[in-house]
């Protein structure tokens, strides 16, 4: 069984900044791509940025220069550092790991259970 554990959402004014936290735990063997999504109220999910395991991101557009993903592979961890937020970058942020557990020789995505951003203007 593999968990993620999403930590370091809130409310901030624009301008501000924010980092989020993506933990993988449990019968976790390897961890493959890490991406960060957004859903805002009304609308889709869709992606914000994501990263190989080789450390390889790629941006949506309008966070390019913005947010910056890392990752700690030693800890199965993803990271989204958000800075110069705006009110449009309000929404409910989920991390998504393609995990390959130690239980199974499959690759399967897990996602987190979606943290809150809320940016004030």
């Known amino acids: 069984q593999v968990q993620l554990v999403e930590s370091g959402g809130g409310l901030v004014q624009a301008g501000g900044s924010l980092r989020l936290s993506c933990a993988a735990s449990?019968?976790?063997?390897?961890?493959?791509?890490m991406g960060w999504y957004r859903q805002a109220p009304g609308k889709q999910r869709e992606s914000v940025a994501r990263i190989t395991s080789g450390g390889s991101t790629d941006y949506k557009e309008s966070v390019k220069g913005r947010f910056t993903i890392s990752r700690d592979n030693a800890k199965n961890t993803v990271y989204l550092q958000m800075n110069s937020l705006s009110p449009e970058d309000t929404a409910v942020y989920y991390c998504k790991l393609e995990v390959m557990s130690s239980s199974s020789p499959y690759v399967r995505d897990y996602w987190g259970q979606g943290t809150q951003v809320t940016v004030s203007s």
């Open positions: 449990g019968s976790v063997f390897s961890v493959y791509v």
